[in-house]
């Protein structure tokens, strides 16, 4: 993996919100779901989660800025900054290093020392003994990588758009077959992704995550707009004119609302909290159009309306 800001496509000095941002839009455009025919989007969209775990922990990201933990979380070498140029031997970071005396007065030696502390790294027992207590050879070896940790699984689960709307719980069932009930964050939407700890593949370093991806289903009759959820309703003429109380459906239930006389069709009223839940915790509204509808059988409004014309112009506006 390359550097984690670079792999992301944000500048060191990006903020958490920058970051999070980053990670949902490829996440999005590299999941394998979408990318099944092409093996190099499913390697791209693994680098890119673990670039995101690494940047969206604080104390690992301060650890990687200062150094002290490489791309992959493990730690850097503890010698890496001992030494200079010239002859010498070759380290974990496989560059030749050369010494000086001055290098090695954390040992609590003298440059009279150095015979012996040379014998010891280049084949004497003395000093390679004195290092096995520190992890083996820390010069000459290659330092071991700690267990991986078992692959991530994906999953997609598909919410109803008023379980979406309501943040009601869902169950899913995991690969392994056992099933849970998630609670969804607020906010969601279609291609949020939630992250399950711990329940991916085994590894010999533990489990992997599972990363679940929100598809949220359309509805017949509500449309979302944001955080609010839109409507049309249909009312008669009657109603229009004379006004009254119609009952509204709501993704929380029926409600009663209050149609003004003389409202017009289009006219848009607004259920206030009746929408998606915003990532505050507050919510939407829904937003109702009236949409006024004539009876099927027009003989009786006819012979009201008969000698009667409306002289108004509600096209006067347009200019037409």
């Known amino acids: 993996m390359a550097d984690p800001y670079t792999t992301l496509g944000v500048t060191r000095s990006a903020n958490e919100k920058d970051i999070k941002s980053a990670y949902r839009k490829l996440a999005k455009e590299l999941h394998p779901d979408r990318n099944k025919d092409n093996p190099k989007a499913s390697e791209r969209f693994s680098d890119v989660t673990k670039a995101y775990d690494l940047l969206s922990d604080k104390d690992k990201r301060a650890q990687f800025d200062r150094g002290e933990i490489d791309m992959e979380g493990n730690p850097t070498n503890p010698f890496g900054g001992m030494g200079g140029g010239g002859g010498g031997f070759r380290g974990a970071g496989g560059g030749q290093r050369g010494f000086r005396a001055e290098d090695f007065q954390g040992f609590g030696t003298d440059q009279g020392d150095l015979g012996d502390i040379f014998e010891g790294l280049f084949g004497g027992g003395g000093a390679r003994g004195r290092a096995g207590g520190m992890g083996g050879d820390p010069f000459g070896g290659r330092r071991q990588r700690p267990p991986q940790k078992g692959a991530d699984i994906a999953y997609t689960l598909r919410v109803s758009f008023i379980d979406a709307a309501t943040l009601k719980d869902q169950r899913i069932t995991l690969a392994d077959g056992k099933t849970i009930d998630l609670k969804l964050p607020k906010g969601v939407e279609d291609g949020t992704q939630m992250r399950l700890k711990g329940k991916g593949q085994q590894g010999p370093g533990g489990a992997g995550d599972g990363l679940v ?7 017949r009759v509500y449309q979302r ?3 609010d959820v839109r409507f049309d309703l249909p009312i008669t003429l009657d109603e229009a004119v004379n006004g009254g109380k ?10 009663m609302m209050t149609i003004r006389p003389g ?33 099927e059988d027009l003989g009786e409004l006819a012979k009201r309306l008969d000698g009667w014309k409306d002289e108004s112009d509600p096209r006067s506006k347009l200019q037409v």
């Not at 991806?213 to 509805?219: A, Y």
Request: avoid cysteine; aromatic fraction near 2%; hydrophobic fraction near 30%.
């Open 263 to 295: 409202t017009s069709g289009g006219a848009v009223l607004r259920l206030k909290g009746k929408g998606f839940t915003k990532k505050d915790g507050s919510r939407g509204d829904q937003l109702v159009t009236l949409e006024i509808q004539l009876p």
């Open 225 to 227: 707009d944001g955080s």
């Open 213 to 219: 991806t929100i598809k949220v289903d359309k509805h």
């Open 246 to 255: 119609v009952r509204v459906p709501t993704v929380d239930g029926p409600v």
